[in-house]
Protein backbone atom coordinates (compact mmCIF):
# COMPACT_ATOMS: atom_id res chain seq x y z
CA UNK A 1 0.00 0.00 0.00
CA UNK A 2 1.29 3.28 -1.14
CA UNK A 3 2.32 5.24 1.88
CA UNK A 4 3.62 8.98 3.26
CA UNK A 5 7.45 8.98 3.65
CA UNK A 6 8.92 11.77 6.02
CA UNK A 7 12.55 12.25 6.49
CA UNK A 8 14.87 12.62 8.49
CA UNK A 9 12.64 10.93 11.51
CA UNK A 10 14.75 12.72 14.04
CA UNK A 11 16.07 16.55 14.05
CA UNK A 12 18.25 18.28 16.27
CA UNK A 13 19.14 21.82 15.47
CA UNK A 14 20.23 24.43 17.82
CA UNK A 15 17.66 27.65 18.59
CA UNK A 16 17.94 30.53 15.52
CA UNK A 17 18.71 28.06 12.92
CA UNK A 18 16.93 27.01 9.93
CA UNK A 19 15.32 23.93 9.46
CA UNK A 20 13.45 21.75 6.58
CA UNK A 21 11.58 18.82 6.89
CA UNK A 22 11.22 16.91 4.19
CA UNK A 23 8.00 14.76 3.09
CA UNK A 24 7.28 12.59 0.04
CA UNK A 25 3.13 12.09 -0.03
CA UNK A 26 1.42 9.78 -2.35
CA UNK A 27 1.64 9.81 -5.50
CA UNK A 28 -1.59 10.50 -6.90
CA UNK A 29 -2.58 12.95 -4.44
CA UNK A 30 -3.10 16.62 -5.17
CA UNK A 31 -3.28 17.82 -1.66
CA UNK A 32 -0.94 17.89 0.99
CA UNK A 33 -0.82 19.36 4.71
CA UNK A 34 2.07 19.69 7.72
CA UNK A 35 0.77 19.33 11.39
CA UNK A 36 2.16 19.82 14.47
CA UNK A 37 1.67 17.77 18.16
CA UNK A 38 3.62 19.21 20.82
CA UNK A 39 4.30 16.21 23.04
CA UNK A 40 1.57 15.40 24.27
CA UNK A 41 -0.85 17.24 23.26
CA UNK A 42 -3.20 17.35 19.94
CA UNK A 43 -2.72 17.37 16.37
CA UNK A 44 -2.48 20.61 14.97
CA UNK A 45 -3.26 22.29 11.83
CA UNK A 46 -0.13 24.43 10.29
CA UNK A 47 -1.30 24.34 6.35
CA UNK A 48 -2.59 22.80 3.51
CA UNK A 49 -1.02 23.12 -0.28
CA UNK A 50 -2.76 22.75 -3.46
CA UNK A 51 -1.28 23.19 -6.69
CA UNK A 52 1.69 25.05 -5.64
CA UNK A 53 -0.01 26.86 -3.38
CA UNK A 54 -0.97 27.55 0.08
CA UNK A 55 -4.55 27.05 0.21
CA UNK A 56 -5.24 27.43 4.53
CA UNK A 57 -3.38 28.22 6.98
CA UNK A 58 -3.44 28.90 11.10
CA UNK A 59 -2.43 31.29 13.23
CA UNK A 60 0.69 28.99 14.14
CA UNK A 61 1.65 29.07 10.78
CA UNK A 62 3.54 32.40 10.78
CA UNK A 63 6.25 34.35 8.41
CA UNK A 64 8.80 31.97 9.83
CA UNK A 65 7.78 28.90 7.90
CA UNK A 66 6.71 28.17 4.39
CA UNK A 67 6.41 25.34 2.48
CA UNK A 68 7.54 24.08 -1.38
CA UNK A 69 6.93 22.16 -3.58
CA UNK A 70 10.17 21.90 -5.18
CA UNK A 71 9.88 19.06 -7.72
CA UNK A 72 6.86 16.34 -8.57
CA UNK A 73 7.96 14.05 -5.68
CA UNK A 74 8.53 16.31 -2.43
CA UNK A 75 6.90 18.42 -0.39
CA UNK A 76 8.61 20.67 1.69
CA UNK A 77 8.32 22.72 5.35
CA UNK A 78 10.98 24.89 6.39
CA UNK A 79 11.54 27.06 9.70
CA UNK A 80 13.63 29.77 9.15
CA UNK A 81 14.90 31.02 12.86
CA UNK A 82 14.22 28.07 15.03
CA UNK A 83 12.65 28.92 18.93
CA UNK A 84 12.59 26.04 21.75
CA UNK A 85 8.89 26.35 21.41
CA UNK A 86 9.36 24.52 17.90
CA UNK A 87 10.10 21.16 19.56
CA UNK A 88 7.47 18.74 18.52
CA UNK A 89 6.59 15.99 16.21
CA UNK A 90 5.65 17.78 12.89
CA UNK A 91 3.28 15.43 10.55
CA UNK A 92 2.92 15.10 6.64
CA UNK A 93 0.03 14.42 5.05
CA UNK A 94 -2.16 14.28 1.30
CA UNK A 95 -5.08 12.89 0.46
CA UNK A 96 -6.64 12.88 -3.26
CA UNK A 97 -9.18 15.75 -3.05
CA UNK A 98 -9.58 18.27 -0.77
CA UNK A 99 -13.46 16.98 -0.26
CA UNK A 100 -14.29 16.52 3.82
CA UNK A 101 -15.56 13.19 2.61
CA UNK A 102 -12.08 12.49 2.13
CA UNK A 103 -9.51 10.56 4.49
CA UNK A 104 -6.05 11.94 5.23
CA UNK A 105 -2.89 9.78 4.47
CA UNK A 106 0.11 10.91 7.53
CA UNK A 107 3.66 10.08 7.51
CA UNK A 108 5.31 8.88 10.88
CA UNK A 109 6.64 12.37 11.01
CA UNK A 110 9.56 14.42 11.95
CA UNK A 111 10.49 14.79 15.62
CA UNK A 112 12.24 18.10 15.65
CA UNK A 113 14.31 19.25 19.06
CA UNK A 114 15.39 22.24 19.19
CA UNK A 115 18.12 23.13 21.79
CA UNK B 1 -14.15 29.41 18.06
CA UNK B 2 -14.91 25.40 16.88
CA UNK B 3 -13.97 23.26 19.78
CA UNK B 4 -13.48 19.53 20.25
CA UNK B 5 -13.24 17.59 23.11
CA UNK B 6 -12.46 13.66 23.78
CA UNK B 7 -13.67 12.03 26.70
CA UNK B 8 -10.84 11.05 29.53
CA UNK B 9 -7.54 10.93 28.95
CA UNK B 10 -7.57 7.37 29.19
CA UNK B 11 -9.92 4.16 29.22
CA UNK B 12 -8.72 0.59 30.66
CA UNK B 13 -10.90 -1.95 29.25
CA UNK B 14 -10.62 -5.79 29.71
CA UNK B 15 -9.93 -7.72 26.71
CA UNK B 16 -13.49 -9.26 24.56
CA UNK B 17 -15.64 -6.19 26.35
CA UNK B 18 -16.74 -3.15 23.90
CA UNK B 19 -14.87 -0.06 24.32
CA UNK B 20 -17.03 3.29 24.16
CA UNK B 21 -15.17 6.31 23.08
CA UNK B 22 -17.01 10.07 22.99
CA UNK B 23 -15.84 12.83 20.72
CA UNK B 24 -18.25 16.10 21.55
CA UNK B 25 -17.91 19.13 19.44
CA UNK B 26 -19.34 22.83 19.80
CA UNK B 27 -19.73 26.11 17.29
CA UNK B 28 -19.53 23.46 14.46
CA UNK B 29 -21.97 21.65 12.10
CA UNK B 30 -19.79 19.16 10.25
CA UNK B 31 -20.98 17.43 7.11
CA UNK B 32 -18.57 14.92 8.02
CA UNK B 33 -16.58 13.41 10.84
CA UNK B 34 -13.78 11.01 10.90
CA UNK B 35 -11.99 8.85 13.62
CA UNK B 36 -8.33 7.88 13.33
CA UNK B 37 -5.94 5.72 15.67
CA UNK B 38 -2.71 6.96 16.53
CA UNK B 39 0.24 4.74 17.91
CA UNK B 40 3.08 6.09 19.65
CA UNK B 41 5.55 8.00 18.23
CA UNK B 42 3.45 7.03 14.67
CA UNK B 43 1.02 9.14 12.55
CA UNK B 44 -2.50 9.09 12.64
CA UNK B 45 -4.00 6.41 10.64
CA UNK B 46 -7.49 6.79 9.24
CA UNK B 47 -10.38 4.31 10.09
CA UNK B 48 -13.43 6.02 9.54
CA UNK B 49 -15.80 8.06 8.01
CA UNK B 50 -19.37 9.13 8.83
CA UNK B 51 -21.67 11.82 7.33
CA UNK B 52 -24.26 14.09 8.98
CA UNK B 53 -27.16 12.45 7.54
CA UNK B 54 -25.65 8.95 8.26
CA UNK B 55 -26.75 7.45 11.88
CA UNK B 56 -24.10 4.61 12.17
CA UNK B 57 -21.21 3.46 9.72
CA UNK B 58 -19.59 0.14 10.73
CA UNK B 59 -16.46 -1.85 9.63
CA UNK B 60 -15.79 -4.73 10.98
CA UNK B 61 -15.53 -4.67 14.86
CA UNK B 62 -15.97 -0.88 14.70
CA UNK B 63 -19.24 0.93 15.00
CA UNK B 64 -19.56 4.93 15.17
CA UNK B 65 -22.50 6.99 15.59
CA UNK B 66 -22.98 10.58 14.67
CA UNK B 67 -25.59 12.70 16.73
CA UNK B 68 -26.25 15.90 15.12
CA UNK B 69 -28.79 17.13 17.98
CA UNK B 70 -26.44 16.73 20.80
CA UNK B 71 -23.56 17.54 18.67
CA UNK B 72 -21.88 14.35 19.48
CA UNK B 73 -20.10 10.86 18.04
CA UNK B 74 -19.52 7.61 19.91
CA UNK B 75 -17.10 5.15 18.95
CA UNK B 76 -17.12 1.71 19.70
CA UNK B 77 -14.37 -1.53 19.46
CA UNK B 78 -16.82 -4.48 19.92
CA UNK B 79 -14.48 -7.91 21.37
CA UNK B 80 -11.76 -5.84 21.87
CA UNK B 81 -8.25 -6.95 21.84
CA UNK B 82 -4.67 -6.10 23.57
CA UNK B 83 -3.41 -4.69 19.93
CA UNK B 84 -6.58 -2.40 19.65
CA UNK B 85 -4.38 -0.05 22.58
CA UNK B 86 -3.80 3.28 20.76
CA UNK B 87 -4.88 6.52 21.24
CA UNK B 88 -8.15 7.37 19.18
CA UNK B 89 -8.63 10.97 17.45
CA UNK B 90 -11.68 12.30 16.09
CA UNK B 91 -11.78 15.13 13.39
CA UNK B 92 -13.63 17.27 12.12
CA UNK B 93 -13.23 19.06 8.64
CA UNK B 94 -14.75 22.74 8.06
CA UNK B 95 -16.19 23.29 4.59
CA UNK B 96 -12.20 24.04 3.85
CA UNK B 97 -8.96 22.77 3.65
CA UNK B 98 -8.74 22.48 7.26
CA UNK B 99 -8.96 19.38 9.88
CA UNK B 100 -9.39 19.96 13.59
CA UNK B 101 -8.91 16.93 15.54
CA UNK B 102 -9.28 15.96 19.28
CA UNK B 103 -7.33 15.59 22.02
CA UNK B 104 -7.20 11.88 21.95
CA UNK B 105 -8.86 8.99 24.07
CA UNK B 106 -6.05 6.82 25.15
CA UNK B 107 -7.65 3.05 25.18
CA UNK B 108 -5.81 0.45 27.05
CA UNK B 109 -7.16 -3.42 26.64
CA UNK B 110 -6.31 -5.33 29.41
CA UNK B 111 -4.97 -9.16 28.72
Known amino acids: EPEVTQTPSHQVTQMGQEVILRCVPISNHLYFYWYRQILGQKVEFLVS????????KSEIFDDQFSVERPDGSNFTLKIRSTKLEDSAMYFC?????????????FGDGTRLSIL | SQKIEQNSEALNIQEGKTATLTCNYT??????LQWYRQDPGRGPVFLLL?????KEKRKERLKVTFDTTLKQSLFHITASQPADSATYLCALVPFTYKYIFGTGTRLKVLA
Open chain 2, 50 to 54: IRENE
Open chain 2, 27 to 32: NYSPAY
Open chain 1, 93 to 105: ASSEMANSNQPQH
Open chain 1, 49 to 56: FYNNEISE
